[in-house]
């Protein structure tokens, strides 16, 4: 199964400089539980501001067109059939993590998104990809919890995509 999973401002600003624009440790918590066990799927840029190191306990692609990017602990494709590819042997869930234009790849091949709305406006850089929300029913709503550490209200959303839930 192939998803996606992102958090955004009101705007749907998604990064600032290659990085998140907000510190939300309880969306970072519903990030590591969704994709411990599975694999995580993201851009150079995305994964190079999150420090160039795999996440622990999920298997890390990196995609890049240049054929001659490594990176230690990692699996580096070049192609999104590649990763549809390897999606359909996996057995767990491959989640689509950024960046925008590798949304924008994957969206159309998606069967569920895993979206996470921040109530307030952030300044960024690059925005989430439109999304044809038509296709999509909302299968999950639940409302975060603004505390100390979570600065913002905020909200978790899981969409099925239409053509899957037929």
């Not at 692609?61 to 999606?87: M, N, Q, S, W």
Request: glycine share 6%; net charge negative; hydrophobic share 35%.
């Amino acid at each position: 199964m192939l998803a996606a999973i992102w958090a955004q401002d009101e705007k749907g600003t998604i990064g600032k400089d290659d990085r998140l624009p907000w510190h939300l440790p309880n969306d970072l918590k519903f990030f590591k539980q969704m994709t411990e066990d599975n694999t995580i799927v993201m851009g150079r840029k995305t994964f190079e501001g999150m420090g160039s190191r795999p996440l622990p306990n999920r298997q890390t692609i990196v995609l890049t067109r240049d054929r001659t990017y490594h990176a230690k602990g990692v699996l580096v494709f070049h192609t999104v059939e590649e990763v549809l590819e390897y999606a359909k042997t996996f057995a767990g869930i491959t989640f689509i993590a950024g960046g925008s234009a590798v949304y924008e790849d994957f969206l159309p091949h998606c069967d569920v998104l895993y979206r996470t709305v921040i109530h307030h406006s952030f300044d960024g850089d690059t925005k989430f990809p439109p999304v044809a929300w038509e296709e999509w029913t909302l299968i999950n709503l639940s409302e975060g919890e603004k505390d100390e550490e979570n600065n913002y209200d905020y909200q978790f959303e899981t969409y099925q995509h239409k053509v899957t839930a037929e």
